[in-house]
């Protein structure tokens, strides 16, 4: 089992090599500490030059293309694409996130601005329309949106200078905008005769009225309100992409490799061009500009970050380099030194230094390179060329050893072999050279036995061997250096590989989730020392197998931050790093490997950098190390409440069946009769799928739901009030903190949870949106402003509501497994907790959005099933109930301790001034001393323990426990098996309410002349009900069966029931115990009746489409109906008893 947990060591990420400067524009900055803030692939990068460290930001799930500072320079807001995408707010100190803005564009986000106070944020949409919204970042909330325009708007401002004022521009268009309450109004800018109708790609606002912006051309453009009043010809000599606004003046950058600075007026203050400085070179092009106090900052086209001193303009220091345009997939690491290569389509081959954090070599190439390999002595790099050739470099001075093209196609694989004989290139065109290193890289040897292209090589430890994967996953063998192919399996059983980077192969069955294609996994590496592998996949994830990785569905630890398919990954010489490549990112991600003996150590000095930078929620879980699940939570987790037809379809369905009627007859509709009915009285209560669902209300009462009924109880007089506002089953209820409202959730093709006062039983707020399916969970906040609700929807969606007011607050995905309960943090209103199926987590809002931390257990547990949770004495403190019995004690997001509470789960929890009570499968209730130290008291729920005054008969003993609530001096328990019960603290037991359990209840009979009637469920379960005002349960019989129909005799001394499984029986109606059984039929029993009179007869019906008439004198059956082409749904009598009638 072990082989398929996930392994207890970790990565956490070092230095990202590189910088988003293609396709993207004014995203570096200064922040108010100094650092330099800038996005690479999916990660926020916030660099100080003074410690040469990097901090990162790891919110985003995609391609981070649009970044803003917040006028204090400490927040940075950050956009990204995708078919969802959203926007960040984070701190640039704690690089946590602030705020999260969703739900709005498409596509992507193209621009983001803060106003001048910070307050207020602009982003314009990558959509059709390049919309453009304004938020109130802080709360989440869109203020106003406006199509932005038909074409790509390249940069948004606020008018610094004017309150509420915008301008945008882009492709042949500038805009200026008015905000006036809601609404967004834009006047196009008026080019007139003074300049060229020209695109815009970037501007600034300056006092009076005045608006400087960039032109494709190289002009800059004055404007003056809506007018363009002068241009600024050739103030670059092409497109200027960048500028900056700051206390000094103005800096623009583009096309051309200069930086041009300009005073508050615009008059030119200097001049630098990169191209003719010493870092400088030929096609240096700007994207982004950043001028603070004598510093200029400067990224380039081509991943490139300068940092300028204006004294010493001429002496740029370069402080990141990175690839630029094509892809990057290769990827090799020095044998023996911290060093790793890497190479490009943008044809430059580079050298990292993994210690300094620094590009110490580059060579550009002819040809963009596929992939690369160092030979086992350090001196000689190979590289793989996308034009079939291949080249040899001497390491030491990137000097050329000889170069070969033997292919036409790439060469997408090589690899040395390690006593460094041979260089093995594997081809495209499904072809493996052999070269001979000391014969000058003669040709020696090839392999032909692939039918696709070579994807990946490994030599053996002794260099006779050499095993390939191709496109088709193939996994070969061959003879070395001849390149015989070996089929025998037994020649290869003992072979050792010096190295295992293959993706197909025994040994790492396991990392291929379900419904994979072949060529989702781009690269694996192998630690044999200790012993893990890591892999490189399509879909941007780094993920930590244990090695080998032998059978299906291993788990792993899953690191996110490349934006799109990784296309390689390697160990260090020692094994200290990881090295992964992004394809279309570019990017160069370093992790620090931290085993697991020092992974306890690391999480204790740095819990905040260490955890940040996992973001494992959902892949970490260790279902090996799990016990199976209860009986009762594996049940309850196959539940589904999904339907063909929802209640709420029902009125339209209504509709078409008039319609159709109306076109068949034309018969008048008879009236509705003038009686009518009232309910009075509800037996039951929903346990068996629900629990912390019972409430004492602020004067006593008890509130509880059944079926789609809130019900609220008064125990002094046994009587029942209703809210009947849901048309479905309610699923969850909680209470306000005042007692005084109730909250219910329900199933629903748009499930509605309601708001509803207990007084007057009317609706305070019906909310609706955002959840499918329906709310499996719900929650006050303290102050009672905010709940909280989970669906039961596949991502079982958090949603945060001000439920006064009818609107979401924010929301998340919650987990893919199922979510049980839900609890506001009683100190802190915007944090709360969840716990679920192998689910612990910990959220707080950030504007739209909800930010969640899973639950770390470390060695003190294993990643159990969480059924209940409650906040304790501090905002920090949380408690969770297990699946297992445990009950788990968390300080932040850490499990610090475990209690043995209970035997089998923890259903239920209950927080106390002082303490706690807890309820679980094993029937006990306990007390708890504040801190889980001591349990004080248990009380165990039994017959024997019933009072006089309990309204009704208790099922079993030791009932499983699925609610708990104290008040009023007493401790009020909701069961499974649908029983309410109040506990005295002194003891005695009070049942008030009972009803039927799981299943459906079909079987239902009125005695002929006493006020009870007869029930049977699909519980198994036979109950007699009394109808009087004492509303309490008579007697019940298990049954070996589940019951769909039943009957009284005539005089009512008998009971007839049909079962499920073709079986009926006859019972004493007072005793219930059997007087005759039958067995005649397979199907269910679907009605059953005496005849008339005296009751001779029995007809029994079943779903096999007979009617069975037994003597009940005799216990004989003496006919059987036969004309019925279908099963048999209703029966009865004629009032002779002479003959029957039937409808099936």
């Known amino acids: 089992m072990a082989a398929r947990s996930a392994p207890s060591c970790h990565l956490r990420l070092e230095w990202v090599y590189g910088y988003r400067g293609h396709q993207c524009r004014n995203n570096l900055y200064y922040t108010a500490a100094k650092e330099i803030v800038y996005f690479v692939a999916g990660v926020g990068v916030v660099y100080s030059p003074r410690e040469h460290r990097q901090k990162f930001y790891r919110g985003h799930s995609d391609d981070i293309i649009s970044l803003a500072l917040h006028p204090e320079r400490v927040l940075v807001a950050t956009g990204q694409v995708g078919k969802e995408p959203y926007i960040c707010i984070w701190d640039s100190y704690t690089v946590q996130t602030i705020s999260v803005l969703k739900d709005v564009h498409t596509h992507g986000i193209a621009c983001l601005a803060f106003d001048l106070d910070g307050q207020r944020l602009v982003s314009v949409g990558l959509d059709s329309k390049n919309a453009v919204c304004v938020w109130d970042w802080k709360r989440g909330k869109m203020l106003s949106m406006a199509p932005g325009h038909t074409d790509r708007i390249f940069d948004i401002s606020w008018d610094l200078y004017q309150p509420n004022k915008l301008v945008s521009c882009g492709v042949k268009h500038i805009k200026f905008w008015s905000l006036c309450g809601n609404a967004l109004t834009p006047k196009r800018g008026v080019f007139g005769k003074t300049g060229d109708l020209q695109t815009i790609l970037c501007l600034a606002c300056a006092r009076d009225e005045l608006t400087y912006s960039g032109a494709l051309n190289g002009d800059i453009y004055v404007w003056k309100g809506i007018n363009l009043i002068r241009t600024i010809q050739g103030a670059h000599a092409a497109g200027i992409f960048s500028m900056n606004a700051c206390e000094e003046g103005f800096a623009t950058g583009g096309r051309d490799g200069c930086i041009r600075l300009w005073d508050l007026t615009f008059k030119p203050i200097t001049v630098i061009d990169l191209r003719e400085t010493d870092q400088g070179y030929k096609g240096l092009s700007v994207r982004s500009v950043c001028w603070r106090g004598d510093h200029i900052l400067v990224g380039t086209q081509d991943s490139e ?75 000689h790099l190979a590289l793989g060329m996308k034009d079939g050739s291949f080249t040899v470099l001497r390491v030491r001075d990137m000097t050329e050893v000889v170069h070969i093209k033997d292919r036409k196609e790439a060469i997408h694989e090589l690899k040395y072999s390690p006593d460094g004989t041979y260089l093995a290139v594997g081809c495209n065109d499904s072809s493996v050279d052999i070269y001979g290193v000391a014969q000058r890289y003669k040709k020696v040897g090839e392999c032909l036995g692939s039918l696709s292209f070579i994807t990946h090589l490994d030599w053996s430890s002794d260099s006779r061997y050499l095993q390939t994967n191709d496109g088709n996953g193939k996994r070969l063998f061959y003879r070395m250096p001849g390149g015989k192919e070996v089929t025998s399996t037994e020649e290869i059983k003992g072979v050792h590989w010096a ?43 780094i993920k930590l197998f244990r090695y080998p990785c032998l059978r299906k569905g291993a788990k792993f630890r899953k690191y996110i931050g490349h934006s799109a398919h ?128 019972l409430f004492y209300t602020q004067i006593g009462e008890i509130v509880y739901h059944v079926a789609a009924v809130g019900v609220i109880y008064n125990r002094q007089q046994n009587t029942q009030r209703f809210y009947l506002g849901h048309d479905d089953d309610i699923l969850c209820l909680t209470i306000h903190p005042l007692k005084d409202y109730v909250a219910t959730g329900q199933v629903g093709r748009d499930p509605s949870i309601h708001i509803w006062d207990t007084e007057t039983i009317k609706p305070l707020s019906i909310l609706k949106g955002h959840h499918q399916c329906g709310i499996s969970a719900v929650d006050f906040s303290a102050d009672g402003k905010r709940l909280a609700s989970v669906g039961i929807d596949d991502s079982h969606t958090i949603v945060l509501w001000d439920w006064k007011k009818g609107e979401k607050l924010s929301i998340a995905r919650g987990s893919k497994d199922k979510i049980f309960v839900v609890k506001m943090n009683p100190y802190v209103p915007d944090k709360l907790i969840t716990a679920g199926i192998k689910h612990m ?160 209840v079909w079987g239902l009979a009125t005695h002929p002349y006493l ?26 019989r298990k049954l070996k069966k589940g019951g769909r ?29 059997d007087l005759v059984s039958f067995h005649h039929r397979k199907d269910m029993i679907s009605d059953i009746r005496f005849s008339p009179g005296s009751g001779k007869y029995l007809a029994v019906a079943s779903h096999d489409s007979f009617i069975d008439i037994y003597n009940v004198m005799s216990s004989k059956r003496v006919g059987i109906c036969k004309g019925a082409t279908s099963y048999i749904t209703h029966i009865d009598w004629d009032i002779r008893a002479f003959t029957g009638q039937h409808w099936c």
Not at 1026 to 1035: G, K, N, R, Y
Request: hydrophobic share 35%.
């Open 499 to 541: 190295s295992w980077t293959c993706v197909s192969g025994l040994e790492v069955n396991g990392i291929w989730p379900k419904y994979s294609d072949i060529n989702d996994i781009n690269s694996v590496d192998g630690n044999y020392i200790g012993q893990v592998l890591v892999t490189a996949d399509d879909y941007g994830i």
């Open 841 to 1000: 987590k910990f959220w707080r809002k950030a504007g739209g959005g909800l930010i969640g931390r899973k639950g770390y257990i470390g060695t003190l547990g294993k990643n159990d099933t969480m059924m209940c949770a409650v906040y304790g004495w501090t905002e920090e403190m949380a408690f969770s109930g297990t699946s297992t019995g445990d009950v788990c004690i968390w300080r932040d997001i850490f499990l610090v301790k475990t209690v043995k509470a209970h035997d089998g789960p923890v259903f239920s929890m209950h927080a106390l001034e002082k303490g706690f009570v807890t309820g679980g499968k094993d029937g006990i209730i306990a007390l708890w001393d504040d801190s889980f130290e001591r349990c004080l008291k248990t009380y165990a729920i039994k017959r024997a323990a019933l009072a006089p005054g309990s309204k009704g008969l208790l099922l079993e003993d030791n009932p499983s426990i699925r609610a708990i609530s104290l008040g009023h001096g007493h401790i009020l328990v909701g069961t499974k098996n649908g029983e309410i019960l109040e506990v005295d603290k002194s003891g005695p037991i009070t049942l008030l309410v009972q009803g039927h359990m799981e299943g459906e």
């Open 1011 to 1036: 006020p009870i009637c007869a029930t049977v469920s699909d519980d198994k379960t036979l109950r007699i009900w009394d109808l009087s005002p004492s509303h309490c349960m008579l007697a019940v």
């Open 1045 to 1073: 129909c039943c009957c009284f005799s005539p005089d009512g001394k008998a009971l007839a029931v049909g079962l499920n499984d073709g079986s009926f029986l006859m019972a004493n109606a007072d005793t219930l115990e």
């Open 305 to 379: 970050i300068f940092e300028i001193v204006v004294q010493e303009r001429n002496k740029p220091f370069l402080i990141m380099q990175g690839h630029c345009e094509g892809e990057l997939w290769a990827l090799a690491v020095h044998p023996t030194k911290p060093l790793a290569v890497t190479g490009s389509d943008d044809r430059s081959v580079r050298i990292w230094s993994l210690v300094d954090h620094a590009l110490i070599a580059r060579c550009n190439m002819e040809e963009p390179i596929r992939c690369a390999a160092v030979n086992a002595d350090g001196i």
């Open 566 to 693: 990784v296309t390689n990954v390697r160990w260090s010489h020692d094994y200290q790093w990881v090295i992964s490549i992004g394809g279309a990112d570019h990017s160069v991600f370093q992790w620090k490997f931290i085993p697991e003996r020092k992974l306890k150590d690391a999480l204790h000095i740095a819990p905040q950098e260490s955890l940040a930078d996992s973001h494992s929620d959902e892949s970490d879980s260790d279902l090996s190390d799990v016990p199976e699940l209860d009986s009762e939570i594996e049940q309850e987790t196959q539940l589904t409440y999904r339907r063909q037809v929802y209640k709420e379809d029902l009125p339209q369905l209504k509709e078409q069946c008039k319609e159709k009627q109306k076109s068949a007859t034309s018969k008048r509709r008879e009236r509705a009769p003038g009686n009518s009915i009232r309910l009075h009285f509800v037996h039951g209560y929903r346990g068996y799928d629900c629990r912390s669902n």
